[in-house]
């Protein structure tokens, strides 16, 4: 067992800004995060790649992330990688994985920065060899370089695929085509938030100059696909889509990778008893805080993209605002003078959280992944199709719970990450409810796999002690 003033989950911006903030107030610090170096998703292998080519390719963002990096080695706060949470208990106890082994740590307050994952995006053939999500795709061109030897097909909407486009583009890859999944009108919709938006111009600036790459380049472009279907026996062989307009096409694929936006990371809060709410403009449930991220449990804060998709600016402004409180909160700082300090830094979050309003409503997900045909597999561990989700609704699955405990639905590895939000849906369209009543799967520990060789070692250290 060890024991911190603060344990945070999570390297990426947020829980690296947290940390080095916390440590200029003197907290003593401890950092958990599953990757094996600091950075999240956004600056992956970061310490490695920025001063490569592979860098230059990802582009000026990326490479910015290796002066935070450098600060979070820094600031003297303990790291450990490679490590994952799968438990909290009131007090705060949490339990720890790293390395084959579990042990406790006790710490007095804890911030999660666990991120976003990609919104779960189901159609037929989803889980055929070949189809990823871009993420995914840009995590293998971050970590090993890897780009496809053939041309891929791109589906989704946001601004991710256009940025991984551009990036394999200056990696040397070839594109067959960008299926873009953006609803007709949501430009003209998202028109009445642009004034707002020019406060945070810079990713406005960016958004077209990979728009202009696209199009320079001459990459087609599918406007307004609305269904989209993988063919394949072993794995991905063809793609079919249809558009707004009716035209159906059917073409040959090798790969096939999609991505419908971003979503926090609700389980670590859910698991830990935090409210949550839907956020209608953002299709997700978020977790309850207060300005600073603090959560309906004392003592226990969100920062980063778990609190709401805002992006990696945002994500060091939360966790920086988080740290400040909780300055005051164990004892380390005058309010007054965190106050001040914080102002300055609340100013810049709403600068950034600007942009939110506009991207939202151009980037709406398309009706049709909330609402998957009955063959379709919602949960992939467990393979449960829409339609068996369905038929259980309509005999009485009125719950997320139910439906797990009837099908299977949300028992597997991924606990439910990858077919929740689409039970939520399937619940709400049958019951003709708002999506806020149905509720989300009720999170239980461990929130990661935990095997009984793990679980032994930590019987081992409490005899040690």
């Known amino acids: 067992m060890s024991t911190t003033d603060l344990l945070i989950v999570g390297a990426g911006p947020a829980g690296m800004t947290a940390a080095i903030t916390a440590r200029r107030y003197g907290i003593d610090v401890l950092v958990v995060d599953d990757q094996s170096s600091p950075g999240g998703q956004i600056w992956r292998s970061v310490e490695t790649q920025a001063a490569t080519p592979r860098g230059a390719i990802l582009g000026r963002t990326y490479q910015d992330g290796e002066a935070a990096t450098d600060a979070f080695r820094a600031s003297g706060a303990?790291?450990?990688?490679?490590?994952?949470?799968?438990?909290?208990?009131?007090?705060?106890?949490?339990?720890?994985?790293?390395?084959?082994?579990?042990?406790?740590?006790?710490?007095?307050a804890i911030i999660l920065a666990t991120g976003a994952q990609e919104r779960p995006a189901p159609f037929p053939g989803w889980t055929l060899p070949g189809v990823l999500t871009v993420g995914a795709a840009q995590v293998l061109l971050k970590t090993a370089g890897q780009i496809p030897s053939k041309p891929v097909w791109v589906a989704g909407c946001g601004p991710l695929p256009l940025l991984y486009l551009v990036q394999l583009l200056n990696a040397g890859g070839q594109i067959a085509g960008y299926l873009d999944t953006t609803p007709a009108g949501s430009h003209w919709a998202a028109l009445r938030h642009l004034p707002k938006a020019l406060r945070a111009s810079g990713a406005l600036l960016k958004g077209l100059a990979w728009t202009a790459v696209l199009r320079h380049r001459?990459?087609?472009?599918?406007?307004?696909?609305?269904?989209?279907?993988?063919?394949?026996?072993?794995?991905?062989?063809?793609?079919?889509?249809?558009?707004?307009?009716?035209?159906?096409?059917?073409?040959?694929?090798?790969?096939?990778?999609?991505?419908?936006?971003?979503?926090?990371?609700?389980?670590?809060?859910?698991?830990?008893?935090?409210?949550?709410?839907?956020?209608?403009?953002?299709?997700?449930?978020?977790?309850?805080?207060?300005?600073?991220?603090?959560?309906?449990?004392?003592?226990?804060?969100?920062?980063?993209?778990?609190?709401?998709?805002?992006?990696?600016k945002a994500a060091q402004f939360r966790g920086a605002l988080a740290a400040h409180r909780l300055a005051v909160k164990l004892g380390y700082a005058d309010e007054q003078i965190v106050l001040k300090e914080a102002l300055r830094v609340q100013k810049s979050l709403a600068r950034e959280l600007a942009l939110r309003p506009f991207l939202d409503t151009m980037f709406r997900p398309r009706g049709r992944i909330f609402s998957p045909s009955d063959e379709t597999v919602v949960c992939r561990c467990e393979e449960v199709t829409a339609g068996e989700i369905r038929a259980m609704a309509q005999i009485g699955g009125s719950g997320p719970n139910q439906i797990k405990a009837f099908t299977r639905a949300g028992m597997g590895p991924c606990q439910g990450r990858q077919c929740g939000y689409t039970v939520t849906r399937i619940l709400a369209e049958i019951q003709d409810c708002p999506i806020g009543e149905i509720g989300f799967y009720r999170v239980r520990p461990p929130l990661k796999p935990v095997t009984l060789g793990e679980l032994a070692t930590l019987d081992q250290e409490e005899e040690v002690l």
Do not use: M
């Open 78 to 108: 303990r790291y450990e990688p490679r490590t994952q949470l799968w438990q909290v208990e009131p007090g705060f106890r949490a339990f720890v994985t790293h390395d084959g082994k579990a042990r406790t740590i006790e710490a007095r």
């Open 218 to 312: 001459r990459v087609p472009v599918v406007r307004h696909v609305i269904d989209l279907v993988a063919h394949g026996s072993d794995r991905i062989e063809s793609i079919s889509y249809r558009t707004a307009d009716a035209q159906e096409k059917t073409v040959s694929a090798d790969n096939l990778f999609v991505h419908e936006g971003v979503v926090p990371n609700v389980h670590a809060p859910l698991g830990l008893g935090c409210a949550v709410e839907w956020r209608d403009e953002q299709d997700c449930y978020v977790p309850v805080l207060d300005q600073w991220g603090e959560t309906t449990k004392a003592g226990i804060f969100v920062a980063g993209d778990g609190a709401g998709i805002a992006g990696a």
